[in-house]
């Protein structure tokens, strides 16, 4: 065998082996400040769009200003037309229409817009031992322990039993009320040291305080729940059956901060999945008339698997490529078996600290760009919707020819645990899919880290992904 020289060796790496530089290595400083940018207006959507109503509101105000329209089926529409369709108030498909329609497909970047939460349960108020308190329903895949002792607000809509809807948010103000789940002192813990951490922190233990001064009475029972459901009722109308048809949700009080002395990561509860959600938006509103026509996708309910008629399970996002394909004179089956996704959801970024739960050949690392996940899945790819080969590989050269940094890993050890997206869901509709996101660092926890830089790397892959021919 030949003995190579130095030059040669480099030159054969060069053009064999993959380049795992840090990502701020290959960009310019103008692309740097472009994503500080980019960032400043994410920042304010996720302090505005802290559930998924509120996300649908943000989304839609933005689209409406960028001149989209409420989407009616019986129209025939143009290329370059702008319109949306808001899934009761809680799912939102916002679309540009292509040059060439929809006959050679669509092209969908689907994120979703629900997070992990404290949710009311239908008679939430009670009292014990002068303390009034909520009791709550955990949604999504959370750690108990991370959700005590941490500021939290009161976000959602009543509907009272004569049907008038009441948006509540309480806790986001400087001078608005706060609430929060008692945690027990170090002092008095000695027994739930002894517990693991799923029977130390109970679901049935997240009671949030709400209120401890009585109505003052001589006599009467349960007065101090009685005053908080006064002044509820003071201010918004409500009774307590009212509970029982309402969408409240409890939420991190937190604001959007940079992270760093170099402020190059933004800490914020929801970056999962608003981190893709926000780029998604952005890019279809950036969208003048493309080829083929675009959808962004925001779904509900993808942190309890999708399920219901704002989820991605339903068939509301196929119902509405059937009406624009119907409007063509085009079959929807046809349309969407030549339609193209990508499923915007985040990835695990790699944790220095916890190094042992990540394989670190294959793990997507923050700063090093939009993260692709070629299947999700747990343990043997269960619940995955895997990409095929070809459709990876276009996304590549996508990617590459738009100066999109890119890197692919997948969600920690195999036998580490696992997830899932709403890919599946999508493929299921014989559409082409693959999954692209955001690393987050403390993903699930009540405050998220990501980097700027992958966040606007987001947009960018979801901007080259709607322009393409």
Known sequence: MTKLGKEEVKK???????????????VEDEKVQKADEFCKGYKKFLDASKTEREAVCSAVKTAEAAGFVPFDAEKKYRAGDKVYYNNRGKALILAVIGKNGCKNGVRIAA???DSPRLDLKPHPLYEKDEIALFKTHYYGGIKKYQWTAIPLSMHGIAVRKDGTPVEICIGEEDDDPQFCVTDLLPHLSSEQYEKTLSKAFEGENL????GSRPVRADEGDNLFKLNVMKLIHEKYGMTEEDFVSADIEFVPAFKARDIGIDRSMIGSYGHDDRVCAYPAIMAVLDSKVPESTVLTVLADKEEIGSEGNTGLNSQFMHYFIADLARAEGLEPQHVLSKSKCLSADVTAAYDPTYPSAYEPNNSCYINNGVGMAKYTGSRGKSGSSEARAEFVSEIRRLFEANDVLWQIGELGKVDGGGGGTVAL???NLNVDVLDVGVPVLSMHAPFEIVSKLDVYMTYLGIRAFYEAE
């Open 12 to 26: 054969m790496s060069d053009e064999l082996l993959l380049d795992r530089k840090n990502g701020y290595f290959k």
């Open 111 to 113: 994120a979703h817009i």
């Open 207 to 210: 009671n949030i305080v709400v």
């Open 425 to 427: 869901y999508i493929a």
